[in-house]
């Protein structure tokens, strides 16, 4: 299925004169108060959010997986359902596979196809928390950080493969994230596993090309219970260092302890220059990998106040890498990356508005009231007119929603594909 723009413009219509009276209102009023609104509507156009080749079906849960009707069945269907999304968003030009899951059989194909939807290849993704058809040796003790040489070895072959393949199409960065660790104490030398890690993770960053960056993961708990190799940010940072100046710290929202202070994290590792990726979710609990911004609005949007202030003041810090990181268990995959990218979008926009000269007076002043107002006022801020504008002037919907359900997007995907269709991945 194809959407075009005759589609969008007359679907647009509808809400066109409801739209343009609410965005007058707030461009007058936010250019009143000094703000440059064509700048800020460039910045949200320009704003690409890479979308996994994984997400794009139902999710799996511990117990079960429960698939959605009309599922993408091959990496072409995942890049065309990506197509779909950004002509709807146009937030989502990009795609980061995950190896083996999406292996290319015909990378010139695919790149044309990716190229006709507007898609770049974002950063490649390795898989050694599970074990293949047909592997040599098993990962159920570790991977990177495994006691055995043999599983190690294994495990750096395939990291670079996956740089290889990634290289074919056009990516420029490897993300790394180990499910390595241990459920009972007494189980690992904390020590012995680190030091493999970081050998491992030197072995294969000495491998990748020269204009090629290194991004490594890291999660505090799960799939072991007891610990993790990577369980923090400081110990990414400290094996991104061990490895070399291309090598960074990825923050993903959901691998973090309970009211950790994420946008503290992401202020220092910009700070030093070792903040290289972003992974877009949303948790009550744990790493729920739930619908971006559906549980903590505020949350992101603070974040998004430390990310934005670091991308104008800490040129040390190399252009970030924005991915989504959920899991689509009861809803529409695709209307569920739809929310995530208004949400991200929404975010953003909302520390846009934030005058940080201001806020950086009230904060050597010790101003404390007036830093509180100054970030408030922004998130107060009904953004959505501004999101919306910048969507109608590079042919994307009003309302991404409204315009996915009024084309009938999943039926038209089902009679396609069918009833019985699975994504490949989770």
Not at 270 to 294: A, E, I, P, Q, R
Request: with cysteine.
């Amino acid at each position: 299925m194809n959407i075009n723009k005759q589609q969008l413009a007359d679907l647009n219509k509808t809400n066109l004169k409801n739209h343009q009276t609410h965005f007058d209102f707030l461009a007058q009023s936010l250019s009143n108060s000094g703000t440059d609104v064509y700048a800020l509507l460039a910045k949200l156009a320009e704003f690409q959010v890479a979308i996994p080749s994984w997400a794009l079906g139902a999710g799996g849960t511990r117990f079960g997986r429960f698939s959605f009707s009309g599922e993408p069945a091959s990496l072409e269907q995942k890049i065309e359902d990506i197509g779909l999304i950004h002509s709807l968003t146009q937030t989502a030009g990009a795609i980061s596979l995950h190896i083996p899951w999406d292996v290319p059989n015909d990378y010139n194909a695919i790149k044309e196809l990716a190229a006709l939807h507007n898609i770049k290849f974002d950063a490649v993704n390795s898989n050694t928390f599970q074990d293949q058809k047909n592997q040599k040796e098993s990962y159920k003790y570790g991977s990177l950080s495994n006691t055995s040489a043999a599983v190690r070895e294994q495990a750096i072959a395939h990291n670079k493969e996956v740089v290889e393949i990634g290289n074919k199409l056009g990516s420029k960065a490897l993300t790394v994230w180990l499910a390595d660790g241990s459920s009972f104490p007494g189980q690992n030398n904390f020590q012995t596993a680190l030091t493999h890690t970081q050998n491992s993770l030197i072995s294969i960053y000495e491998d990748m090309p020269a204009d090629w960056k290194l991004y490594i993961e890291y999660k505090p708990y799960e799939p072991n219970f007891y610990s993790t190799v990577i369980q923090d940010w400081g110990t990414s940072l400290m094996l991104a260092n061990g490895c070399g100046e291309r090598a960074y710290t990825l923050v993903d929202l959901g691998h973090h302890l309970p009211n950790t202070n994420i946008e503290q994290i992401v202020s220092i590792l910009m700070l030093k220059g070792k903040l290289g990726g972003f992974h877009f979710n949303d948790s009550k609990y744990g790493d729920d990998d739930l619908t971006v911004g559906s549980i903590k609005p505020y949350a992101l949007f603070l974040i998004f106040n430390e990310l934005v202030y670091g991308m104008q003041n800490n040129p040390q810090n190399p252009e970030l890498g924005w991915m989504i990181d959920a899991s689509h268990n009861v809803k529409d995959p695709l209307e569920d990356l739809i929310q995530s990218l208004e949400a991200i979008q929404e975010a953003y926009a909302k520390a846009l508005l934030i005058d940080q000269n201001a806020l950086r007076a009230a904060q050597e002043a010790n101003d404390v009231t007036a830093c509180q107002e100054l970030l408030q006022n922004a998130y107060r801020t009904d953004v959505r007119p501004l999101i919306r504008e910048a969507r109608l002037r590079h042919g994307g919907a009003l309302n991404p929603i409204e315009a996915y359900r009024a084309l009938e997007v999943r039926k038209n995907l089902i009679n396609e594909r069918g009833n019985k269709t699975v994504a490949t991945g989770l």
